[in-house]
DNA sequence: TTGTGTTTTATTGCCTCC
DNA sequence: GGAGGCAATAAAACACAA
């Protein structure tokens, strides 16, 4: 008898049993005991091996306790223990194996699979209905740790993502505020040359945009020229729509290059002053900047900062 | 041996479906 | 309305350290 706790009728056999350690262990010299001349109803269930089956492979030859039939129990003195109270019983790791097997084919029990499994088993079907719900809710239970750690290394993948990414946005902010930083100090400079000169005949700054632009770097070159571009239109009272500043060769290049920043120039020299003032600022983009989840970036009104930014950014 | 934490079996109450 | 599923929970059984 592999049914160390199993037995509805025969509540005692637990308690004589169970005195022992594991679920099983001590149960077997008492195996002949309980089950003399019974046999299990090896019949097969639906859609799985017969729990003879899971008893060969498991190399155990003992025959199969029938819990709620003791009947064949010819031991008077048992008696008073079956008549005590019911109480839990644990099924034998022969029983479990083959409920686990049949769980694997199919974690659902239908009426007609549920009473032959019990047949099988020589257990109530209500015991394994019971034990099928309560192996669906550890079966529910394992599936979420498993779901939760695939979703925690998801979000430490995303994480690293992340932070690299912010890493490198502070890195691009820094960059933006220092060309910006560096734009107005030219045009600083810009607007003191022009306080000593006759603004009309002035020629731009072009040496400050060599400066910068010979700084090396890409972005900082487009940054600048790009900004120029926009401080000459929309500030155009600096710069003379005529003046060879579009000729600028970082300028040039960008435009043959197709910088998409030109578009928000557009050559206006045949232009009054007034005119190309008000076209210029009237074909400005509108400001509107992504609001960023830690705010950065969010530009809710048009500055000379933001503008450079805006331009830096196409 | 005992105290304590874990696992397993079983119950209860609620919900859904037919 | 009954059957069956599920979540929450109780309680017995078990494991294990001290």
Same mark, same amino acid.
């Given at each position: 008898m ?16 169970q005195?022992?350690r594991?679920?099983c262990?001590?149960?077997q ?9 019974s ?12 729990f003879a ?7 155990s ?23 005590q ?12 194996q083959f409920?686990?097997?049949s ?12 009473i ?7 257990l ?10 309560n ?8 599936q979420?740790?498993?779901?939760y ?5 998801s ?7 992340y ?19 560096l ?14 000169k ?5 020629e731009?700054?072009k ?13 900082k070159?487009s940054?600048?020229?790009?900004q ?8 155009? #009272?600096?710069? %003379?729509?005529? @003046?060879?500043h ?8 960008? !435009? /043959?290059? =197709? $910088? ?5 120039e557009p ?6 002053q #007034?005119?190309? %003032?008000?076209l @210029?600022k ?6 509107v900047?992504?609001k !960023? /989840?830690? =705010? $950065? ?8 900062e ?5 331009c830096?950014?196409?």
């Amino acid at each position: 008898m592999a049914a160390c706790g199993g037995g509805g009728a025969n509540p005692n056999f637990s308690v004589l049993v169970q005195s022992q350690r594991g679920p099983c262990a001590a149960s077997q010299p008492l195996e002949a005991f309980f089950l003399s001349g019974s046999s299990p109803s090896f019949l097969g269930s639906r859609s799985m091996m017969s729990f003879a089956d899971v008893h060969q492979a498991n190399g155990s030859t003992r025959p199969f306790f029938r819990p709620y039939d003791h009947e064949d129990n010819g031991d008077d003195d048992l008696d008073e223990y079956f008549h005590q109270p019911e109480k839990k019983r644990r099924l034998t790791v022969d029983q479990v194996q083959f409920l686990e097997r049949s769980f694997e084919v199919e974690n659902k029990l239908e009426p007609e699979r549920k009473i032959q499994l019990a047949k099988d088993l020589g257990l109530q079907p209500r015991q394994v209905a019971i034990w099928f719900q309560n192996r669906r809710a550890r079966w529910k239970t394992k599936q979420l740790e498993k779901d939760y750690e695939v979703l925690q290394s998801s979000y430490n993948g995303l994480k690293a993502d992340y932070d690299s990414l912010f890493k490198e946005k502070e890195k691009l902010k820094a960059e933006v505020n220092l060309l910006t930083e560096l734009l107005l100090k030219e045009k600083e400079l810009g607007s003191s040359e022009l306080s000593d000169k006759d603004a009309l005949s002035q020629e731009p700054p072009k040496k400050a945009i060599a400066d910068s632009a010979s700084e090396g770097e890409v972005s900082k070159t487009s940054t600048v020229a790009c900004q120029q571009e926009d401080i000459s239109s929309a500030k155009s #009272d600096m710069f %003379d729509s005529d @003046s060879p500043h579009f000729a600028d060769g970082v300028h040039s290049s960008l !435009l /043959e290059a =197709g $910088d998409s920043s030109h578009v928000f120039e557009p050559d206006q020299s045949d232009l009054s002053q #007034d005119e190309e %003032d008000n076209l @210029s600022k009237s074909l400005l983009p509108p400001y509107v900047f992504p609001k !960023l /989840e830690d =705010g $950065d970036y969010s530009y809710p009104q048009a500055s000379f900062e933001d503008h450079a930014f805006w331009c830096w950014s196409y």
